[in-house]
């Protein structure tokens, strides 16, 4: 996307914010690297993000739940980007941020604006409907988890010191945190992946943990979606790996069975014990 087109791009969005009336504290910095404003819908943050020397455009949605663990925050916001494809989220100090990225690499100047305005009525629409959802969500009291784990050990068998230490030690994490030459590095070959990906059209996703603590895993999600990309996978795998990123568990597949509906009414006709066949998969 040429340069004079992205700066007639931000200032024509700039300029749509700026007369709609749910947008609040819309502003821009004094000096700024990319082409990037901020505004308030709601109880969300809003940052508008078009970079200059690369080809990308970003929005993030950040609000704030102070009485919330983290835990609960993530659970949220899993459920909640699963309603936008591609939408991504993540959570960090009591804060739910909601953002989405957009590759601009291959697309002409006029479709990359419509595309960039596209995604952005979607993600600003998305965050308008979180009102009630945010409401709910402040409202809800989780169960007692102290309560039921005291529970649970109750019943548990005692063990002995020496086990607990051994089980401790087993469950002992890596702690480590990528540094600012390493995340630098690690990027540009994550960029270099991903243009090769856009300029050849082929569909990717890559998770890199950044960094690994007893709170929890900080990751680096990037993809090529295949859906917004109209490319038509006939086993897309991309879209089960954004649903885990997503706080989805993977579950095995469940085999198919066939059961004889004639056996099934004998054994409830006669009150008598009945094997039920297994005709096989469906």
Known sequence: ??????????????????????????????????LDFTFTIGEFKVLFSLKMETELFEVRGITYFPEKT???????????AAKIQGLLHSEWDHQL????????????????KDKISAVVEVFVNFLKSQTDVRKDFKEYKA????????EQVEHMPERKPNE???????????????????????????????ELCQINRIPMFLSVALQNDKNGTKYKNIMYSAKVHDIRLTDDQIEKHILISNGFCAVPKREAVEIDTDVVSRLFADGEDAEVEDHGKI
């Open 97 to 112: 941020i909601y953002m989405q990225k957009l590759p601009l690499v291959g697309m002409s100047d006029l479709a990359a």
């Open 164 to 194: 607990v230490l051994e089980g401790l030690k087993k469950r002992k994490i890596t702690e480590y945190e990528a540094d600012k030459e390493q995340k630098k590095e690690i990027e540009e070959k994550i960029k270099e992946l991903l």
């Open 1 to 34: 996307m040429d340069k004079n087109a992205k700066v007639t791009c931000y200032k024509e969005m700039y300029a749509r914010f700026k007369g709609d009336p749910d947008v609040k504290n819309l502003t821009y910095p004094k000096e700024k690297e990319n």
């Open 143 to 150: 169960p007692d988890r102290d309560t039921e784990e005291t």
């Open 70 to 80: 983290d835990e609960e925050i993530e659970e949220i916001g899993a459920c909640e």
